[in-house]
């Protein structure tokens, strides 16, 4: 018998002449703003990527860990749950801890397409590639892009073929919760009849436990942080020091959420010169560069109904340190 084929893998790039553009308009609205700020998703450049992988290895840094522990503990029944035979995943970097899903529906008999999406185009050929090796026959059909801005792109489910819309690793917390409830609504509208987001939410714990998560010992979360300015001086010609920038993170016990700022040893004046202008920094001021939202079952319900989406099942690890949730739309 002859071995199945996989089809050629297809990747379409969505970022253009804007994609730079919305660095530059970030910077601009964020840091003339009186409170600054700069949205993370700046952080994840060549140099951003690497850090954030060294990040999961740190012993403090329990979510990608919990969370492929319950992928591991509870694939299968994703699998009977959803019968899906399409994964859209975004965000999906290498997709380590996605093969584990994507076995369980191999095994289930369904698996028949994967859609990675995700920024990095090089990253996106080379899962294609190695996917269509580890599994033959399967369909994969990259988009890079941004997912705020390039969700049209995902391509139509097939009739009678189920999709897993997956949106790992706690990236929803990164939203503010209109931003978030309003994106989670954009995620409803990939969904048909049949079809489910499985949706990765950092749990409520000890305030503790989540500080030493963003502030690792070893200094890698703090060097992941001052990354973002380094982006900013190659890619809009700004003059930033990083190293005259602490990191600092804590919990926000008002909003549950985690916030990590960069604050100023000095004053200090910045030319960014793609920009055309100059930013004043105080002594100590601080510049927010990420929210992480931390949820509890109800809330998570909450911001679901309030997208038009109806909760199906909440998994977490042994230690209920982390979630996925199953939902469809209501």
Known sequence: MKPTLSPAPTVRSYLDEGAGSSLANDVLDGLTRPF??????????A??????????????YYPTRAEREILQLRSGDIARITGAAELVELGSGTAAKTRVLLDALRDAGTLRRYVPFDVTEGMVRDVAAALLDEYPGLEVEGIVGDFERHLQHVPPSVPGRPRIVAFLGGTIGNFIPGSRREFLASLGELLSDG????????????PAVLEAAYDDAAGVTAAFNRNV???LNRELDADFEPDAFDHFAFFDRE???????LRAQRRM???IRGLGM????????EVRTEISAKFTPERLEADLAAS????????????QRFALSLSRRA
Not at 36 to 45: A, I, M, N, Q, T
Not at 195 to 206: A, N
Not at 255 to 261: A, F, G, P, V
């Open 229 to 231: 300015l380094h982006v």
């Open 36 to 45: 600054k700020e700069l949205p993370p998703k700046h952080f994840y450049d």
């Open 308 to 319: 038009g989406l109806e909760l199906v099942e909440i998994l977490t690890d042994p230690q």
């Open 195 to 206: 079809d489910h987001l499985l949706l990765g939410t950092d749990l409520v714990k000890d």
């Open 269 to 271: 004046v910045v030319p």
């Open 255 to 261: 909003h549950e959420w985690i916030e990590m700022r």
């Open 278 to 285: 100059e930013v004043a920094f105080e002594a100590r001021e």
């Open 47 to 60: 140099v951003g990527a690497d850090l954030f992988d060294r990040i999961c290895e740190q012993p403090e």
